[in-house]
């Protein structure tokens, strides 16, 4: 028997949370990467982070398996880490940027992607992933026509 009062169903907490990346991709004319999913929504490229990994390793990976560009964990920087909430289940997401993606962009995962196509930040589409929305903002919140999302954002020290 616990002598803290405990309870044992309280001893072992049940994971509720996703914990991820969005990387803002900056082309060299300035444009932002954008794929294109199959409902016709945008997003940044980026996903979950995987045990033992760093934010920035999990986008360069992520990068790399979703468009084929490769960008050295180094050369990407966390801006904030956001925190929002749907259905009970709270995800956390690393807002980082990089300008050092090398490579064409390809559709690596077809089944997730339709197209990636680049965007000049004042043309951005409004039909935005709410996570990729939520990245974009913390990276220029004077972008305007960005849609608002519900999220708590944590900057990172600069």
Known sequence: MSTTGERP?????????VVGVG?????????????QAHD?????????VDPGEGFE???????TEETDLRADPEGIRV??????????????TAAAVTT???GIPAVTEPHKIARWEWF?????????????????RVWRPDLTTLPQVPSYAYPTAT
């Open 9 to 17: 169903e309280r001893a072992a907490p049940q994971p509720n949370a």
């Open 23 to 35: 990387l803002v991709v900056v082309g060299p004319d300035g444009r932002v990467l954008l794929g």
């Open 40 to 48: 016709g929504s945008w997003e940044l490229p980026g996903g979950k």
């Open 57 to 63: 390793q999990a986008a360069a990976r992520e990068l």
């Open 79 to 92: 801006l904030s880490v956001q925190i929002d909430s749907k259905a009970g289940l709270t995800r956390l």
């Open 100 to 102: 050092t993606a090398q």
């Open 120 to 136: 000049a930040p004042d043309d951005i589409p409004s039909a935005l992933y709410a996570p990729s929305a939520g990245v974009l």
